[in-house]
């Protein structure tokens, strides 16, 4: 039976569904059609969450090993076999899910894409917005109630600061895999560069780059309600919906969902500055485990300076 030799580990708002849907398009890669599994994080236990944000990991989650393997099935003879589990490197238990890999998949390709911790922990909260599962409006507040909420057994998906301690949820693996079979790229690099990336990840996968798409597209991308109820009424099962007229639901959706979509608003330049300070020693160890200069995630964005003087 296929077992994976590679995951993409995440973590998530880091451009993981992007290099999905694009890995998903070569024809000699095979991803499970389940983008995330979260096998590794939760094998063997079914997980039970409190809070909003539990109901993708309850009603998605894979935790038999057979049940798993079967994600795979159809892989034929493809190189590179996969999956993509953001949840793999995050707060959330990463020395037990690094150590269910390697004792899996022990010769496994593991690689992710790391984006500035500040603007991924923003990014993750407006998305949580946009799904509905984020309750507080304001991010200071969301960042202050992160340890209550892992108290309360909260989902994983409300560790904004945690999952972007990216050194330390790093080491798990490194301490298990040798390095030759991780590989590590910058959200800087697949936003400026994403062919020069990509290629750089079908030479680590052993396939051929160049029958890659041609185009990358955003795929994943966070919006901004305008309200709260059109979002919730939108979200309704179709029962609920049948109570209009076909014809009225088929003309007012779409112009509704459209008027209710918005660029989410910027992170406050000085709270992603104090945010990032508190990174400040984790970017330094992350700088020295990758051997990677990573001082740009330190500065002060230039739109944040311009618009200061």
Known sequence: MMIPNF???????CGTTALHATLAQHPQVFMSRLKEPFFFAFEGQLPHFAGPGG???HRYAVTDWEDYLALFADAGDRVAVGEASALYLTHYHPAR??????????DVRL????????DRAYSHFTYNRQRGLEPLSDFRQALEAEKPRIAANWAPSCRYRGDGWYCQ??????????????????YDDWNAHPQVLLADLCDFLQVDPALLPAQVKRINVTTWSRSRLVT???RQPPAF???FPRWLRRWISPRLRAWNRMKPPPLEPALRQELTESY????????ALLGRDLSHWLAEPAAARSGSQ
């Open 7 to 13: 995951l993409l580990i995440g973590p998530p708002k």
């Open 55 to 57: 109901e993708p990991f």
């Open 97 to 106: 899910t690094a150590e269910n890999i390697r004792r899996r998949l022990p």
């Open 111 to 118: 690689a992710a894409l790391l984006r500035q911790p500040a």
């Open 169 to 186: 949820n790093l080491l798990p693996y490194y301490a298990r895999f040798p390095r030759t079979q991780i590989r590590i790229y910058l």
């Open 232 to 234: 919730f009424l939108q």
């Open 241 to 243: 919906k049948a109570h």
């Open 280 to 287: 400040r020693t984790e970017i330094g160890n992350l700088q």
